[in-house]
């Protein structure tokens, strides 16, 4: 089992920043791809970014690309998402992900979810 917090999430005006953490516990963090999906009201869960257990690979949305940034820190357990020049089209709440056999990009391959951290972006 792994247990996943996210935090960070907050209200920024568009072209703001924000970086979101998240926090793993349980088993060894290194075994583990991770990825960020958010989920805006009335809309499906949408995948954001992932990074390779080892950090060399990295994946983003068309959306999100170019403006956010996805890394590791093995040593603290921990994933970021680095989120600049935000729109207001990117307020959705924020959930992290660890999957131990592949990176991908849809939800159902991923096998543990925190419990999200809400991302608001006003105009």
């Known amino acids: 089992q792994v247990q996943l917090v996210e935090s960070g999430g907050g209200l920024v005006q568009a072209g703001g920043s924000l970086r979101l953490a998240c926090a793993a516990s349980?088993?060894?963090?290194?075994?583990?791809?991770m990825g960020w999906f958010r989920q805006a009201p009335g809309k499906e869960r949408e995948f954001v970014a992932a990074?390779?257990?080892?950090?060399?690979?990295?994946y983003y949305a068309d959306s999100v690309k170019g403006r956010f940034t996805i890394s590791r820190d093995n040593a603290k357990n921990t994933v970021y998402l680095q989120m600049n020049s935000l729109k207001p089209e990117d307020t959705a709440v924020y959930y992290c992900?660890?999957?131990?056999?592949?990176?991908?990009?849809?939800?159902?391959?991923?096998?543990?979810w925190g419990q999200g951290t809400q991302v608001t972006v006003s105009s």
């Open positions: 992900a660890a999957d131990e056999a592949v990176v991908a990009r849809a939800p159902d391959e991923y096998d543990y």
């Open positions: 990074i390779s257990w080892g950090g060399g690979r990295t």
């Open positions: 349980g088993r060894t963090f290194s075994d583990y791809n």
